[in-house]
């Protein structure tokens, strides 16, 4: 599993900009999406899993379908990185949200998708092992540095 400055990136997955991935599940029909290592690091506990959306419902591409409450730092909006129907949400969070943290590329997924228009928006994701997420990562990881040293300081 590549790593960029201590965050795990599994070669199986697909990122967009909001540190949330995707990847075939086990059935190979539907997708699987979750937060990333690097964004579950940087979350205090995560005391609540809200998805706006239901089963059967469409999430859209680069669009908001929920939130993660997480303890001393708010929430963070979940934007999906496909467009699809929603197939399955993991209910096992509603008690068990800190699965999130445990296992955040496995048993802490978020919700699966039958994705529509899969082609067109994979090629808008990014891979770990690429040259244009490390950078971009690396950048991120500069970023979240930055303001939490401006929460620091305050």
């Known amino acids: 599993m590549p790593a960029i400055d201590g965050y795990d990136f599994p070669e199986d997955v697909l990122i967009n900009e909001h540190n949330l991935w995707t990847k075939p599940a086990p059935d190979g029909e539907n997708y699987a999406i979750g937060i990333t ?6 979350l205090d506990s995560i005391t609540f899993v809200e998805i706006v959306l239901e089963e059967g419902e469409q999430a859209k591409y680069n669009r908001p379908f929920g939130a ?5 730092k708010g929430s963070i909006t979940l934007y999906s990185p496909l467009t699809g129907e929603i197939v399955e949400i993991n209910e ?4 068990e949200p800190a699965l999130i943290k445990q296992d955040c590329y496995g048993e802490g997924w978020i919700m699966k998708i039958k994705p529509s228009k899969i082609e067109e928006e994979t ?3 990014m891979a770990p092992g690429s040259e244009h997420f490390k950078t971009w990562q690396l950048k991120e990881i500069e970023r979240v540095k930055k303001i ?5 300081n305050k």
Not at 68 to 72: E, F, I, M, N, T
Not at 92 to 95: A, G, K, N, S
Request: proline content about 0%.
């Open 123 to 125: 090629d808008k994701l």
């Open 37 to 42: 290592d690097f964004a579950q690091q940087n």
């Open 68 to 72: 993660l409450l997480a303890s001393g």
């Open 148 to 152: 939490n040293e401006e929460l620091k």
């Open 92 to 95: 096992r969070l509603d008690d």
